[in-house]
């Protein structure tokens, strides 16, 4: 058996409702259907995701939205001259 069938869904813990949308600390939560529609925010550490519910997004996790990770730039080379 897999972990994942007999680990339990995950529920809303830390809410903080507002009329504006809804902030939520906790980025394991399943996004369910009865939020679609709704405005989140999801916090991921550093400043807070806003996460507007659509159909395309119930049954995934609400941190597959909110990076807690920057993306890595490369930088150029710069090409110097030598003098000989």
């Known amino acids: 058996m897999s972990r994942s069938t007999w680990k339990p869904i995950n529920t809303i813990k830390e809410i903080i409702d507002t009329e504006s949308a809804i902030y939520i600390k906790d ?49 150029k080379k710069s090409k110097i001259k030598k003098n000989k």
């Open 27 to 75: 980025r394991s939560i399943l996004i369910t259907p009865f939020r679609i529609g709704k405005q989140l925010k999801v916090f991921n550490g550093i400043r807070w995701y806003t996460i507007q519910v659509v159909e395309d997004k119930v049954n995934h996790l609400l941190g597959e939205f909110a990076q807690t990770c920057k993306r890595p730039t490369v930088k």
